[in-house]
T-cell receptor
Framework: DAGVTQSPTHLIKTRGQQVTLRCSPKSGHDTVSWYQQALGQGPQFIFQYYEEEERQRGNFPDRFSGHQFPNYSSELNVNALLLGDSALYLC?????????FGQGTRLTVV | DAKTTQPPSMDCAEGRAANLPCNHSTISGNEYVYWYRQIHSQGPQYIIHGLKNNETNEMASLIITEDRKSSTLILPHATLRDTAVYYCIVRGLGSSNYKLTFGKGTLLTVNP
């Protein structure tokens, strides 16, 4: 049984560009959450998707958007990248209770 | 979600029990205590969660005080691979509590 998978594992983008990160949830999970983790900090909640709708959102600007597909996989899109967007982006999937995390995508903005 | 307080770092000898404390004095009745850990550069790993009774699984035990204002995560026989940042999170299961709010956690270093 595959766990939560994220792609790509690493990414380098230039300031001002746009990026799309992808997440496939653990089998049987219908809810996907995205987190941003800056160096030395704990993960910060971006938003959560359930039934293809954004159910809750953290304190992130509209440059951060997402999507969930009928097969429950999800994408995180970030527009107009800033240097401060450099971080580890984590996807977590869940079904009612505990969340399981992927290994993350390391985004570097130069 | 209630705020949690954890020591920034702890050391433990390999093979000994590691006891990681967490204070959550403002926890409310419908909020659970969750523990996750994060090994360097990997995604957080779920360990255990509980409401008011002590819980045990193959990874750890969770002891919650009777007043629910604090808890302790116990790794019974720590190994070098248990070196990680451990996060204590309080989370309700109501309709407005979908997110996990991470603090800075406790860096547990297991020494040989």
């Amino acid at each position: 049984d595959a766990g939560v998978t994220q792609s790509p594992t690493h990414l380098i983008k230039t300031r001002g560009q746009q990026v799309t990160l992808r997440c496939s949830p653990k089998s049987g999970h219908d809810t996907v959450s995205w987190y941003q983790q800056a160096l030395g900090q704990g993960p910060q909640f971006i938003f959560q998707y359930y039934e293809e709708e954004e159910r809750q959102r953290g304190n992130f600007p509209d440059r951060f958007s997402g999507h969930q597909f009928p097969n429950y996989s999800s994408e995180l899109n970030v527009n107009a990248l800033l240097l401060g967007d450099s971080a580890l982006y984590l996807c977590a999937s869940s079904q009612h209770t505990e969340a399981f995390f992927g290994q993350g995508t390391r985004l570097t903005v130069v | 979600d209630a705020k949690t307080t954890q020591p920034p770092s702890m050391d433990c000898a390999e093979g000994r029990a590691a006891n990681l404390p967490c204070n959550h004095s403002t926890i409310s009745g419908n909020e659970y205590v969750y523990w996750y850990r994060q090994i360097h550069s990997q995604g957080p790993q779920y360990i255990i969660h509980g409401l008011k009774n002590n819980e045990t699984n193959e990874m750890a035990s969770l002891i919650i005080t009777e007043d629910r204002k604090s808890s302790t995560l116990i790794l019974p026989h720590a190994t070098l691979r248990d070196t990680a940042v451990y996060y204590c999170i309080v989370r309700g299961l109501g309709s407005s509590n979908y997110k996990l709010t991470f603090g800075k956690g406790t860096l547990l270093t297991v020494n040989p």
